[in-house]
């Protein structure tokens, strides 16, 4: 079998507290994939399940802050060739049963995350890779509640069906490198009011810094430009 896939939970009880973590977390060290979709009203509980999993210590960089619904739907991202070779399927249909979350990054120092499908504007994903550095194994979280029309659902199986076959014929190469393949990711709301926050003092303290030292050096020009006074000449012979 080349993958657990864990169907979405419509309850209020987390992932971790019904899913044999320790068996996923030996299936992902031995190079396996782990398919997870959102707990619909819990949805912390995917980030705990795919830290137990990982084997992942200390905290989440960047949260899997939920957004909404993708109703334009989504399309392959520029980091997606780097966790599995193309080719991808080109659109993922949105809707109602399409959760989109902000990137997010785990803060251990050998997590890896990948954004595989991104809305308009890449600020938002609706699938998203996790792993290890030097790990074959992987989470793939999914946005979506296999509901709808079939219409909809097909892209999704056609996703669904390239990460099993991919990771049975041994196409995912163990990353070399932590974070988002090197690429920086989009800021969510709180974090990026921080960062302003941070800015701005670290602005004001420089503003002042420039405006002391500018001070000073109008001080010394003026004091060395200044007309030294003259006494008084003596008489011509």
């Known amino acids: ?27 992902v060290d031995s190079g396996g994939l782990v398919v997870v979709h959102d707990s619909l009203r819990l949805s912390e509980g995917t980030e705990e399940l795919i830290t137990q999993v990982l084997g992942y210590a200390g905290d989440w960089k960047q949260h899997c802050q939920a957004v909404g619904g993708s109703p334009g739907g989504a399309v392959p991202s520029a980091q997606a060739c780097s966790f599995l ?32 499908y991104v809305v308009e504007g890449d600020q938002e994903v609706v699938a998203q890779a996790f792993g290890r550095v030097g790990s074959r194994g992987a989470v793939v979280w999914l946005g ?3 509901k709808g029309s079939e219409e909809a659902r097909e892209p999704w199986a056609r996703l669904l069906a390239k990460l099993i076959q991919d ?8 990353p070399a490198q932590p974070s988002c393949t090197g690429e920086r990711l989009p800021m969510d ?26 001070a000073r050096s109008t001080i010394r020009a003026s004091v060395s430009t200044r007309p030294q006074a003259v006494g008084p000449m003596a008489p011509l012979r």
């Open 1 to 27: 079998m080349p993958a657990f896939v864990i169907p979405p939970l419509s309850g209020a009880t987390p992932y971790a507290a019904v899913e044999d973590v320790e068996s996923l977390s030996r299936w």
């Open 85 to 116: 070779p193309g080719p991808w399927p080109e659109r993922l249909e949105g809707g109602l049963y399409v959760q989109s979350h902000t990137w997010c990054s785990h803060g251990d120092p050998e997590a890896v995350a990948y954004p595989l």
């Open 144 to 146: 979506f509640s296999w």
């Open 167 to 174: 990771f049975a014929d041994g196409l995912h190469q163990p």
């Open 189 to 214: 709301p709180d974090s990026a009011a921080d960062d302003l926050e941070s800015l701005a003092e670290d602005t004001a303290e420089l503003l002042r810094h420039l405006v002391h030292s500018e």
